[in-house]
């Protein structure tokens, strides 16, 4: 092993970075947007990379970095499913209890109008979780303009990108 430095900044990529971007290549091969014969290709460079940088390319082809057809999967609507549904659940008792409290308090006014308020924005904000992806984009995708989370596409650094290079 030696101990020059490539590449100044270069960061290694880990085992669980290059297996998202394989999910993601895959997403786009059944999406039809990679043929079997580029996909495959891409697959193996994926798996063949050292560096963080060298992953960004092999999706930076694909609209939006290839997450919306890992968003758009089976198995992801399911999940955001079940997890809007399991909110719904938890919003609907803590309504249940409000109101009953209010009716067992006697108050004039429907002073639980505020917090039901609240719990449904926020009902709504996680139906539409799924469209941003939930876990924010992969370290492969943070630096730069090179991806749709870099700084060209958002006028500066995300919330993700402060701190992480």
Known sequence: MSTDSTGGGRVR????EREQLTQVLRATMTEG???????????AKAYAATYRDELGPLVADLPGGGWHALADAPE??????RYVTRHVAKVALVAGVLVGLWVLSGAHFFWPAIPLAFLFLGIL??????????AGPPPWARGGSGGPWGAATRGGPGPWQRGCR
Request: aromatic share 10%; charged share 40%.
């Open 125 to 134: 904000r996680r139906s539409r979780w799924r469209r941003w992806y939930q």
């Open 13 to 16: 990529a880990s085992d669980a």
């Open 33 to 43: 947007r990679l043929t079997l014969e580029e996909g495959e290709e891409r697959l």
């Open 76 to 81: 992801a609507v399911s999940a955001a499913r």
